[in-house]
Structure formats: C-alpha cells, structure tokens
C-alpha cells in the first residue's frame, strides 16, 4: 500500500533531511525552522493525517528571491510532496 510506504519512518526521515538540507540558508523566520524545532509532534502529527486520510496542503507562498519570483510550498509539504516521491521511486 503506498501511504504505507510514504508514512514508513525511513521514508519520513529521508523527506525531513531532505527539506531541511534544501532549506537551511532559509530566513530565520521561515516555516521551516519551526518544523525543525517540532520536528517529533508535527512527525507524529503529519504520518496520523496521512493515513487517516486527513491532510490537507496549504497554498503556495509568493517570494522573491534575487529578483526572481517563486511559487514555494510549505516546508511540511514539500516535505510530503518529497516522502510521496521517495516512495514512488
């Protein structure tokens, strides 16, 4: 079953270390550093919401970085884009 594998602890974790190796020259104020402090609650929370079928993705966030304007996704969904592309590889 894929949220099986997308929820399995190996598959979390390597998304985690993904987001925060990606992110780590963010702003201090970015999501992703409160993701880092709570890391244990929001992983328990993350893996009940997706195998129950109950999370929900937020909208994207609009920045300009270098003069270029992105399109970026929450720190925890990218973190859960990235675990559900780990598991379909």
Known sequence: MLIARVTSDEVIERAYE????RRKHYHHNS???????????KKRLIVAQLR???????EQRRVTARGEVKEIWAAQDALVLKALAIALE
Do not use: A
């Not at 993904?18 to 190796?21: D, M």
């Not at 999501?31 to 609650?41: A, I, K, P």
């Not at 129950?52 to 937020?58: D, I």
């Open 31 to 41: 999501d992703v550093w409160q993701l880092r402090r709570w890391w244990d609650e």
């Open 18 to 21: 993904w987001v925060c190796e």
């Open 52 to 58: 129950s079928g109950t999370y929900r993705f937020r």
